[in-house]
């Protein structure tokens, strides 16, 4: 035999080894549904937090949004209460207005507040968080400690809340939205980096936590996604960071929202979307933890072959880098 002939065995033995594999995870994973459910939202007034709020409330749940701005927090709500009339299950929906970046005492009654209208919160899904992409040492130590305190804290303190309740009720969901700059650290993103990065250990550790409460935890590293927040970011983000993010494309928020809500009633500990997506989830699992055989196999069949092609990745994003660093160079000198 020659030896494409193996290659082509092999590559059919692995596709009917996944094929089984999808079908045998369908059968055995008791999918969760959200009828009833209370789902709080954080960040849900917009982008990615917003369509996560639609794709419940379409699946029947009763839905809390919070964020800062009021105004917009109004809007929110009606949109997602047009949603909640044009399905078939009625669901409510409560905004709250809290700033997660330093209100400790209104992160702390929120949750009551909102379980004594909408009962024990089910699902909390942290979306609220923020982007700033510059040059390490152009970051203002303003900036750089409120990237920590949103992203990190505000995921932190609202969670250690919702984890109280949710043990009581020996059911719950969690999910953390980090991002693919949370998986690997990236040009421009040295503050963002570090705080999706913690966020994705404190999933970890808290996953260990919760586990024998029948409490899952999700993290979600979303693409490029096309929302306000990102359009923000573009206003300071550096050339290099642009092209280099760009390869993985730019992704609709309902594109996000649909996956990480499948993913999370799963109990699946990574979601994400598209082909790097895939790779860089399997690549940086690490000694994270398991929670279904599909991914678990990826992991262990794909981590070499992966971390192979990331060569290529890491050698055209230094090329970017490069090229910027000899264009800058070369101005100077013009001056
Ligand atoms: N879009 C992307 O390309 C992308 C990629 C990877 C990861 N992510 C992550 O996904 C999440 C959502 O991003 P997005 O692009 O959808 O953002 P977005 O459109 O800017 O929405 C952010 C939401 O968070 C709320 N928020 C921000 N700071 C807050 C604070 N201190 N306290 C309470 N609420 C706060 C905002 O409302 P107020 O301003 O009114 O408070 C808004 O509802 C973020 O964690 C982001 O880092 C985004
Ligand atoms: C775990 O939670 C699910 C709902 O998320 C519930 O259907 C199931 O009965 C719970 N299992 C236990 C053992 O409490
Ligand atoms: C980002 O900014 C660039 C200009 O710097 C513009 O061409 C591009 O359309 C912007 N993209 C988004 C999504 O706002």
Request: hydrophobic share 45%; proline share 3%.
């Amino acid at each position: 035999m020659s030896l494409c002939c193996y290659l082509e065995y092999i590559l059919i033995v692995v596709g009917v080894i996944f094929a089984f594999i999808a079908v045998a995870d369908k059968l055995i994973s008791k999918k969760r549904d959200l009828k009833g459910k209370h789902v709080m939202i954080t960040g849900g007034s917009s982008g990615i937090g917003l369509s996560v709020a639609h794709e419940v409330a379409g699946r029947g749940a009763h839905v809390t949004l919070i964020a800062r701005n009021i105004a917009n927090l109004e809007k929110a709500k009606a949109d997602v209460e047009a949603t909640v009339a044009n399905s078939v299950a009625g669901g409510k929906v409560q905004i709250f207005s809290v700033n997660l970046g330093c209100d400790s005492d209104a992160v702390s009654s929120v949750i009551k507040d909102a379980e004594a209208v909408l009962g024990p919160v089910y699902m909390l899904v942290n979306c609220a968080g923020f982007s700033r992409a510059q040059k390490f040492e152009e970051l203002s130590p303003q900036v750089v400690k409120s990237v920590m305190d949103v992203n990190v804290l505000g995921s932190f303190f609202i969670t250690q809340e919702a984890v109280r309740s949710m043990k009581q009720q020996q059911e719950g969901i969690i999910v953390f939205t980090s991002s693919q700059g949370g998986l690997l650290g990236l040009y421009g993103f040295s503050a963002y980096s570090a705080a999706k990065g913690a966020l994705i250990k404190l999933a970890e550790a808290l996953h260990m936590e919760v586990k024998p409460y029948n409490i899952t935890v999700t993290v979600c590293c979303p693409p490029d996604t096309d929302t306000p927040g990102f359009e923000e970011e573009n206003k300071t983000k550096p050339t290099e960071t642009k092209l280099i993010s760009e390869a993985a494309g730019l992704f609709k928020p309902e594109e996000v929202a649909h996956k990480l809500v499948e993913d999370a009633l799963a109990g699946k500990f990574m979601t994400t979307n598209g082909l790097e997506g895939f790779m860089l989830t399997a690549l940086c699992a690490g000694m994270g933890p398991i929670t279904d055989l599909k991914s678990f196999l990826a992991q262990v069949l794909l981590s070499g072959v992966f971390r192979a092609v990331s060569a290529f990745y890491l050698w055209s994003f230094d090329r970017i880098v490069y090229k910027e660093y000899q264009q800058r160079m070369s101005s100077k000198k013009a001056e």
